[in-house]
């Protein structure tokens, strides 16, 4: 005679999941399902978390841009963020080299504004 039996786990988690910053359960009353959702790693070197003042670098193509916050001493820094709008207005100063627009979904969006340093 086969047995089994199920142990609800105590705390759900992301296991084995290197860097996994978050992890979102859900649960109900009715069922016996967790679900788990782990994320991250979240890159901060990605451009959308370059703050007023950051340096950025563009490592792409001419077809695909890889935009990276770098250090304003890295000979590789070509750009500098002069306005962030926790928005996706898209507004920007005149003397913008280059907007990022960045879409709502979990935020607001964003507008990353950048000159050439």
Known sequence: MARSAYLKPGEPACLNQIGAETAVTRSNEK???T???????VDR???????????V??????????LRR??????TATLQVV???ESDD???PPNTAVRLRFGPGVTAGATIC???V
């Open 31 to 33: 069922t016996d399902l």
């Open 45 to 55: 070197q990605d451009a959308a978390y370059a703050q007023l003042f950051d340096c």
């Open 57 to 66: 670098s563009d490592k792409g193509t001419d077809s695909v841009a890889d």
């Open 114 to 116: 950048l000159r050439h």
């Open 90 to 92: 898209n507004a920007c």
């Open 83 to 85: 306005e962030r709008h």
């Open 70 to 75: 770098v250090s304003c001493g890295d000979p």
């Open 35 to 41: 679900a788990v959702v782990c994320v991250g790693p």
